[in-house]
């Protein structure tokens, strides 16, 4: 990990909460740092002894926030270590959450949504260049701090790789966050047996409804194999995490199932995992 973070993202999306989190884990915060700033102070973050410092970098910067690719791409140059954090959140998320607050968006064109689109607009090219992206639309503090510290924390390593398998419902939309995604819908599905239609993938009888099934077996084996392969390579390429997402219709049973095999598997093989399952009230 780079002793330099830079943390970004849309507004209202949690920057606030990640930066009490990483403060937590002993991070130099500065906010709202020009970014005509930022190559000055990546000199004396590599004559500094500390090796933990965040940057928070984003719109509020006005018309000095123009310069952020070019200073970017000059860090580039001169090889520079640095990582891109980006925190995002779906529209509705955020128009939410503006008007619980009642604050003013930092756009403040007046339509809350419409500041929003063009916030995500500007901010599409530096989305691309993030070294991490989370999606907080579905994330309470707790979670995203969790997140965070598992990310960040002392205990990880470069070599460490922390992987969260999430099911999900494509009615409810895919996950903006998945490195990897899954359709599962192809699966036998329990919401056709009415025993089992209120249930969800966390019970025993939903999880042997659709493991009983030969393709169930056949798919386990091939997706296994895949995402053992894939995994080492990741870490070779220096991804601190890794986000599989698998989804079913609604996000109830198949892929909350499949989710519960695969995280238990990937322990099994020694590695860091987390198990969300977004669209059930359980989560």
């Given at each position: 990990?780079?002793?330099?973070?830079?943390?970004?993202?849309?507004?209202?999306?949690?920057?606030?909460?990640?930066?009490?989190?990483?403060?937590?884990?002993?991070?130099?915060?500065?906010?709202?740092?020009?970014?005509?700033?930022?190559?000055?102070?990546?000199?004396?973050?590599?004559?500094?002894?500390?090796?933990?410092?965040?940057?928070?970098?984003?719109?509020?910067?006005?018309?000095?926030?123009?310069?952020?690719?070019?200073?970017?791409?000059?860090?580039?140059?001169?090889?520079?270590?640095?990582?891109?954090?980006?925190?995002?959140?779906?529209?509705?998320?955020?128009?939410?959450?503006?008007?619980?607050?009642?604050?003013?968006?930092?756009?403040?064109?007046?339509?809350?949504?419409?500041?929003?689109?063009?916030?995500?607009?500007?901010?599409?090219?530096?989305?691309?260049?993030?070294?991490?992206?989370?999606?907080?639309?579905?994330?309470?503090?707790?979670?995203l701090k969790t997140e965070i510290n598992s990310i960040y924390g002392e205990s990880r390593s470069d070599e460490d790789l922390f992987i969260t398998v999430m099911s999900f419902?494509?009615?409810?939309?895919?996950?903006?966050?998945?490195?990897?995604?899954?359709?599962?819908?192809?699966?036998?599905?329990?919401?056709?047996?009415?025993?089992?239609?209120?249930?969800?993938?966390?019970?025993?009888?939903?999880?042997?409804?659709?493991?009983?099934?030969?393709?169930?077996?056949?798919?386990?084996?091939?997706?296994?194999?895949?995402?053992?392969?894939?995994?080492?390579?990741?870490?070779?390429?220096?991804?601190?995490?890794?986000?599989?997402?698998?989804?079913?219709?609604?996000?109830?049973?198949?892929?909350?199932?499949?989710?519960?095999?695969?995280?238990?598997?990937?322990?099994?093989?020694?590695?860091?995992?987390?198990?969300?399952?977004?669209?059930?009230?359980?989560?």
């Amino acid at each position: 990990m780079s002793n330099l973070l830079i943390v970004t993202g849309l507004s209202g999306a949690g920057k606030t909460t990640a930066v009490r989190s990483l403060e937590d884990l002993g991070f130099f915060v500065v906010d709202n740092l020009p970014p005509t700033l930022i190559p000055k102070f990546a000199e004396l973050c590599e004559q500094s002894t500390m090796n933990k410092i965040a940057l928070v970098v984003d719109i509020r910067g006005g018309e000095f926030f123009d310069n952020v690719f070019d200073v970017l791409r000059d860090l580039d140059n001169k090889n520079a270590a640095y990582e891109i954090l980006f925190l995002e959140a779906s529209n509705e998320t955020l128009v939410r959450r503006y008007k619980a607050s009642r604050r003013r968006h930092p756009l403040s064109g007046g339509e809350i949504l419409e500041d929003i689109k063009e916030e995500r607009t500007l901010l599409s090219e530096l989305r691309g260049r993030a070294n991490k992206i989370i999606d907080t639309s579905n994330l309470t503090e707790k979670q995203l701090k969790t997140e965070i510290n598992s990310i960040y924390g002392e205990s990880r390593s470069d070599e460490d790789l922390f992987i969260t398998v999430m099911s999900f419902g494509y009615k409810h939309g895919i996950p903006l966050d998945a490195d990897l995604v899954m359709d599962v819908r192809f699966l036998p599905n329990p919401y056709y047996i009415p025993e089992l239609r209120p249930l969800t993938g966390n019970d025993p009888k939903v999880q042997q409804h659709v493991c009983s099934s030969e393709i169930t077996s056949e798919f386990q084996d091939k997706y296994a194999k895949m995402v053992e392969f894939l995994i080492p390579h990741y870490i070779k390429e220096g991804k601190a995490t890794l986000m599989i997402a698998i989804g079913c219709t609604g996000g109830m049973h198949r892929s909350v199932t499949l989710a519960n095999w695969l995280g238990s598997l990937l322990r099994e093989k020694g590695y860091k995992v987390a198990v969300r399952h977004r669209d059930i009230k359980e989560n």
